[in-house]
């Protein structure tokens, strides 16, 4: 963890002062700090556009009873696009804008949530008459519970009409 928070702090926003510093350098100093203030304004204006649009269709999801696990990624994704094109520097400012290109931030979001997927546990402690059981779930494979009274099944609904049609068209063995 120690190297990551070094990079971020210290070797990212040196690499930034150099970066403004050589822009500075080959025009001016003005043309440097406008760079700065433009792409922090366009950059906080097309997040918020973004993310505007992200938080309606995480609504309309809502209201179709459905997850909105991608649009949240989706959303995750815009705000942190957002911070970086308001922190100044010009490679926060590519790595910002490159998060709004929605082709772009689909293919990041690929390696952001396989990256998490990977490390994500999961448990879960339940009562029972022997005393407190504990299941863990690592990269998304769940632990067999060792009980043997737990049976691990899959189940759907089936309408009326439609166990009926399956009844009559079901050939005898």
Avoid: C
Wanted: zero cysteines; glycine letters at 6%.
């Amino acid at each position: 963890m120690f190297p990551i928070l070094f990079l971020l702090f210290t070797l990212i926003p040196l690499i930034e002062l150099y970066l403004l510093f050589q822009l500075g350098s080959a025009t001016s100093p003005l043309i440097a700090i406008a760079v700065v203030i433009l792409t922090g304004i366009i950059g906080a204006a097309l997040a918020r556009h973004q993310g505007a649009n992200v938080l309606r269709r995480i609504q309309q999801e809502l209201g179709a009873g459905k997850m909105p696990a991608d649009s949240l990624t989706d959303g995750v994704m815009i705000l942190v696009a957002g911070v970086l094109l308001i922190t100044p520097g010009m490679l926060t400012d590519a790595f910002g804008f490159s998060l709004l290109i929605p082709p772009i931030r689909k293919v990041m979001k690929i390696f952001a949530v396989n990256y998490f997927k990977s490390r994500l546990v999961m448990k879960t402690t339940q009562s029972t008459a022997q005393g407190w059981q504990t299941y863990t779930w690592s990269s998304g494979t769940p632990q067999q519970p060792t009980d043997p009274d737990i049976i691990d099944a899959e189940f759907r609904h089936v309408k009326e009409e439609d166990a009926k049609l399956s009844s009559h068209t079901s050939s005898p063995d």
